[in-house]
């Protein structure tokens, strides 16, 4: 049994930064691409940011382009997000999730969340003003 795990979120203040981490726990996989959404109550989840094992390329939502980074450590088998400048409307629980049957998503991004098939607990990110 795969799992995902997040782990980093927390309370900060508006204008703070944090770093998502995430890690598959239990048997290793192979994927092709990790990406993070994130859900706030009341709304549907929300893409933000993919990243391809190989070759690493990156795609972003328009809303976090400049202020979110994605980044992987090959080595340690785990994805992280870069969060800068973070706002109130930041707020949210963060999913990292695992691409393992769309290969064309490491070379043109996927965005919904049915593209992918391993999805973490979540972590909570509540941005105070």
């Known amino acids: 049994q795969v799992q995902l795990v997040e782990s980093g979120g927390g309370l900060v203040q508006a204008g703070d930064s944090l770093t998502l981490s995430c890690a598959p726990s239990g048997r290793t996989f192979s994927s092709y691409a990790m990406g993070w959404f994130r859900q706030a109550p009341g709304k549907e989840r929300e893409f933000l940011a993919q990243?391809?094992?190989?070759?690493?390329?990156?795609y972003y939502a328009d809303s976090v382009k400049g202020r979110f980074t994605i980044s992987r450590d090959n080595a340690k088998n785990t994805v992280y997000l870069q969060l800068n400048s973070l706002k109130p409307e930041d707020t949210a629980v963060y999913y990292c999730a695992a691409d393992t049957r769309f290969e064309h998503c490491s070379d043109y991004g996927c965005y919904r969340p049915f593209e992918y098939d391993y999805w973490g607990q979540g972590t909570q990110v509540t941005v105070s003003s």
């Open positions: 990243i391809s094992w190989i070759g690493g390329n990156t």
